[in-house]
């Protein structure tokens, strides 16, 4: 499917705002490829959109951590490693995730769901802080997200891991929850990890699944937790087959989504879908890095429709 706005970040197909961007620089695409201004990025009229943020996406660190842990074996996103505390990896038997220090939680999630991990478990809701980060980091807690009107989203969702009280316990840690508005977490993002259950359950299919945040909205928790105004997923569908490199194809099929968290959001996941180059766009990450770079570009080109 051609995808009209193939250029420019995801925002674009709802409402942008400055809090959408990572940078000015992105802002300032959207304006000059939309003089009218449309989603009013240019409010005193000097022809700068958002000149608040950033001038530029930072640049992605060096990639100087390597794992062997499945859940990572398409590529890191953000080049996490254990050196920097806004890009910490957390490398764990049930997941992988680079957290942020200065937003008071991760930036992206990274989750194999097969019928290893799915089993009879119960959800264990022990929300609890993270010992794992470095000393001096803060740690932050269930009570971080009271009155906050946010919900403690989950990036790696309880019922993905479920063959363990281990593995599920897993997903109340703090940093793999982020500020979720009521109406995406028990919307369309619940939807879609429904859909993604259907895939395991009924049609057999094994996932790779990339989950994160970008964008900033007012600061929660004496402001040490910044709420992400945007949510995005990837899902790499295998047939009967390991998730690794040797078994992507020009076949393999795609799905990649990004959408407002906010409170006016469609019920449908479909409405928010994307390309995987559109989601770099918008956050700067290298997602698929791994693959290899002919069939990585004709994968993340693609619009996904399901």
Same mark, same amino acid.
């Given at each position: 499917?051609?995808?009209?706005? *193939?250029?420019?970040p995801p !925002?674009?197909?709802q409402?942008?705002?400055?809090g959408?961007?990572v940078?000015?620089e992105?802002a300032?695409l959207?304006?000059?490829e939309?003089?009218s201004d449309?989603?009013?990025l240019?409010?005193?009229?000097n022809?700068r #959109? !958002?000149?608040?943020?950033?001038?530029? @996406?930072?640049? /992605?660190?060096?990639?100087?951590?390597?794992?062997?842990?499945p859940?990572?074996?398409?590529?890191?996103?953000?080049?996490?490693?254990?050196?920097?505390?806004?890009?910490y990896?957390?490398?764990?038997?049930?997941y992988?995730?680079?957290y942020?220090?200065? +937003?008071?939680?991760?930036?992206? #999630?990274?989750?194999?769901?097969s019928?290893?991990?799915?089993?009879s478990?119960e959800?264990?809701?022990?929300?609890?802080?993270d &010992?794992?980060?470095?000393k001096g *980091?803060?740690q932050v807690?269930?009570?971080d997200?009271?009155?906050?009107?946010?919900?403690?989203?989950h990036?790696?969702?309880?019922?993905d891991?479920t063959?363990?009280?281990?593995?599920?316990? *897993?997903?109340?840690?703090m940093?793999?929850?982020?500020?979720?508005t009521?109406e995406?977490?028990r919307?369309?993002?619940?939807?879609?990890?429904?859909y993604?259950?259907? +895939?395991?359950?009924?049609q057999?299919?094994t996932?790779?699944?990339? &989950?994160?945040?970008?964008?900033?909205?007012?600061p929660i928790?004496?402001e040490r937790?910044i709420?992400p105004?945007?949510?995005w997923?990837?899902?790499?569908?295998?047939d009967?087959?390991?998730?690794?490199?040797?078994?992507?194809?020009?076949?393999?099929?795609?799905? *990649?989504?990004d959408?407002?968290n906010?409170?006016q959001?469609?019920?449908?996941?479909q409405?928010?879908q994307?390309?995987?180059d559109?989601?770099?766009?918008?956050t700067?990450y290298?997602?698929?890095?791994?693959?290899?770079k @002919? /069939?990585?570009?004709?994968?993340e080109?693609?619009?996904?429709?399901?």
């Amino acid at each position: 499917m051609v995808d009209p706005n *193939a250029h420019l970040p995801p !925002c674009v197909d709802q409402n942008c705002n400055c809090g959408d961007f990572v940078s000015q620089e992105l802002a300032q695409l959207v304006l000059n490829e939309l003089p009218s201004d449309p989603h009013k990025l240019d409010g005193d009229g000097n022809g700068r #959109a !958002c000149e608040q943020l950033p001038a530029a @996406t930072p640049e /992605l660190d060096w990639e100087t951590y390597f794992s062997n842990n499945p859940h990572i074996a398409l590529g890191n996103p953000s080049h996490a490693g254990q050196e920097n505390i806004d890009n910490y990896l957390i490398d764990r038997d049930q997941y992988v995730l680079a957290y942020s220090q200065s +937003l008071g939680g991760l930036r992206w #999630a990274s989750w194999i769901l097969s019928r290893d991990w799915v089993g009879s478990t119960e959800r264990q809701n022990n929300f609890r802080p993270d &010992g794992i980060l470095p000393k001096g *980091a803060y740690q932050v807690t269930p009570s971080d997200y009271s009155n906050s009107g946010y919900d403690r989203g989950h990036m790696v969702p309880s019922a993905d891991r479920t063959a363990s009280e281990q593995d599920n316990s *897993a997903t109340f840690l703090m940093t793999n929850i982020f500020p979720q508005t009521a109406e995406n977490n028990r919307g369309p993002w619940k939807e879609l990890e429904s859909y993604c259950r259907d +895939l395991l359950y009924q049609q057999g299919k094994t996932l790779y699944v990339i &989950g994160g945040v970008y964008g900033q909205k007012r600061p929660i928790a004496k402001e040490r937790v910044i709420p992400p105004s945007r949510t995005w997923k990837v899902i790499v569908i295998f047939d009967n087959s390991d998730p690794t490199i040797d078994n992507v194809t020009h076949s393999t099929q795609v799905i *990649a989504v990004d959408m407002p968290n906010s409170k006016q959001l469609d019920e449908q996941w479909q409405t928010y879908q994307t390309s995987i180059d559109r989601i770099e766009l918008a956050t700067g990450y290298d997602l698929l890095s791994d693959i290899p770079k @002919t /069939l990585q570009a004709e994968l993340e080109a693609r619009r996904s429709s399901y």
